[in-house]
T-cell receptor, first 109, second 117 residues
């Protein structure tokens, strides 16, 4: 039972353009949401989070948007850089942590 | 400051055996969570320990168990291994329980790659 879903396994974007990664969830009781970034052979690292009572949170080039009515979360990276190439996981906190299956982002120089 | 360490990094076992994985959290962190990562399922929460007590548990069978020691180091044990247990096992540490507060950021280790033959 996948409560958090990332339907795009991969995404390619030109350097300097916007990357938009999407995530859908089913449980309206989640307290907050997070995005993690993972490089090969390393554990995920925290990127940005958003409380369920907010609809936007920004940190430098990274912005997370939350649409509660659609149960949809998105991460915007502007401008995209080659070093952003990694697997991105969205996650939700409820009675436990629920992670999506990840989206592999490739930023083309 | 040293990060989260996991040992061993790679492990090969056969069906029916048992395995113990170890996680040393960042100094001062009292919460340790364990996750299983497989290609089709992403990261799935196994359990969380805080101050030697299991605080939260995911939807895994009783073959998966864990414990935490007084120095916050944690071990995870899987008994009667099955082929489907092949996965990357990640642990993450945080100052307090990440489920209770978004301020308790989780720091992940590099994982232990378990292969069951």
């Amino acid at each position: 039972d996948q409560q958090v879903k990332q339907n795009s396994p991969s995404l390619s974007v030109q350097e300097g353009r916007i990357s938009i990664l999407n995530c859908d969830y089913t449980n309206s009781m989640f307290d907050y949401f997070l995005w993690y970034k993972k490089y090969p052979a390393e554990g995920p690292t925290f990127l940005i989070s958003i409380s369920s009572i907010k609809d936007k949170n920004e940190d430098g080039r990274f912005t997370v948007f939350l649409n509660k009515s659609a149960k949809h979360l998105s991460l915007h990276i502007v401008p995209s850089q080659p070093g952003d190439s990694a697997v991105y996981f969205c996650a939700a906190s409820g009675n436990q942590f629920y992670f999506g299956t990840g989206t592999s982002l490739t930023v083309i120089p | 400051k040293a990060g989260v360490t996991q040992t061993p990094r790679y492990l090969i076992k056969t069906r029916g055996q048992q395995v113990t994985l170890s996680c040393s959290p960042i100094s001062g962190h009292r919460s340790v969570s364990w996750y299983q990562q497989t290609p089709g399922q992403g990261l799935q929460f196994l359990f969380e320990y805080f101050s030697e007590t299991q605080r939260n548990k995911g939807n895994f069978p009783g073959r998966f168990s864990g414990r935490q020691f007084s120095n916050s180091r944690s071990e995870m044990n899987v008994s009667t291994l099955e082929l489907g247990d092949s996965a990357l096992y990640l642990c993450a540490s945080s100052l307090g329980s990440p489920i209770q507060s978004s301020y308790n950021e989780q720091f992940f280790g590099p994982g232990t790659r378990l292969t069951v033959l």
